[in-house]
């Protein structure tokens, strides 16, 4: 079925800005017509009434598949659980509350490298902010960053000062949500970075920061290895910090001789992540992404089920905890950007594209070579928590490392005052 999508965008032609209608096949992702220059253009989201109501038709005809055999989750989501949720998502869910969130926040389209990019883009209104991109991973998106946008620009109404202040930058990857779907292979990590680093110069920053975790950790980590003029550091909050003797024995018994306390029990932490299946989506994606795009962009509840293979969504779409962050609206702001711009397949090969790494290894990611200042925070419900000694190792020029004590993967999202403190902390000797 094809369906359209309605996005209002500002248009600046010869200096004037001039409002005018575009449209986005929902299924397709956003295309904003007639748009073949690389100007920097308003963009304002308004998903329309006949998408909406196909989610919810979609949604509440779901056709559901038998029972697990288990009492836990290792076979996938949960059954009851799901139909809970689907419920909820195709009666009281509001999407309109996910826009206005956006729509809180200037936004912009632009083109590099021949694709469209979104981003959010929120200056601080103190002159001496310093400019920060930030970077979401798979299946998040720049939802993960909405908690933590207002104490990063206006440190001083959250416990902050005023030279804590930030401009922010929060890009959409390629292929995820707002931004265009590649056309050809090869937009992989060190392309990304490259994009990004060409959106903070169009932009007027010639000096910056960047901060990314799980896919972002990688983009930054390019944008390290590439050192353009402007970029004074970056803080990731999963490094590729394994050492190559941890790595040849994953999916083993045991540590190797010679780690401490900590290094074994961080080998342990990411072996056990292994052992019990959390990279099972990654694995496919990596081989077939568009092969599993077919059955996603027909289906919403399938498309949840496949995002509730990273561990930490599921139980957070369910919202059992009521103190829980993300919060099941939140979950499911994100699942429906996914579907409502048919992204599915397109985000799917992120994984695709960089096959050949690994993204917490040392040695793969020649972290060694990275010569500008690195910021580290490892959160302990994270795939690994990188001890320190590790970090030294893998990064010559390490400025900042904490171990926090609580937060997991998506850590803005999960936990955005501790996520501000440590950004805050993180740059303050780069300033």
Known sequence: MNKTTKILASTMLSGAMALQGSFATAQGG???????????????????????????????DTK????????????????????????YWGTSYDWRKAEAKLNAYPQFMTKIDGVDIYFIHVKSNNKNAMPLILTHGWPGSVFEFMNVIK????????????????????????GFGFSGKPTE??????????????????????????????????????????APTGLLGIH???????????????????????????????FDQLNKAIKTGWFTYKTTMEARPQ??????????????AWLFMHPGFENWA???????????????????????????????????????????????????QIKIPVAITTFPQDVYASPESWARKAFKNLVYFKEVDKGGHFAAWEQPALFTTEIRAAFASLR
């Open 64 to 87: 559901w598949p038998d029972k697990e055999t288990v009492a836990d989750q290792s076979q996938g989501a949960n059954l009851s659980n799901m139909k809970e949720l689907v419920k």
């Open 318 to 368: 369910y919202g059992k905890d009521a103190n829980q962050l993300p919060t099941k609206d939140e979950v499911l702001d994100d699942i429906s950007l996914y579907w409502l711009t048919g992204s599915s397949a397109s985000s799917a090969k992120i994984y695709w594209e960089n096959r050949k790494i690994n993204l917490v290894s040392a040695g793969s990611m020649k972290s060694d």
């Open 30 to 60: 956003p295309h904003v017509e007639n748009t073949t220059d690389e100007s920097v253009r308003p963009f304002h989201v308004k998903i329309s009434d006949a998408d909406i109501k196909d989610l919810r038709k979609r949604v509440q």
């Open 185 to 226: 292979a090869g937009w992989d990590n060190e392309r990304i970075a490259k994009a990004w680093i060409v959106l903070m110069d169009r932009l007027g920053y010639k000096r910056y920061v960047a901060q990314g975790g799980d896919w972002g950790a990688a983009i930054i980590h390019s944008m390290a290895m590439q």
């Open 151 to 174: 104490p990063l620009t206006n440190p001083t109404e959250f416990g902050g000062k005023s030279a804590d202040a930030f401009d922010l930058v929060i890009p959409a990857l390629p």
């Open 291 to 304: 092969g599993i795009g077919y059955g996603l962009a027909d289906s919403p509840t399938g498309l949840a």
């Open 236 to 266: 990731s909050n999963l490094p590729a910090t394994l050492p190559n003797e941890a790595g040849m024995a994953l999916g083993g018994a045991a540590a190797p001789e010679g780690f401490s306390a900590k290094e074994r029990a961080s």
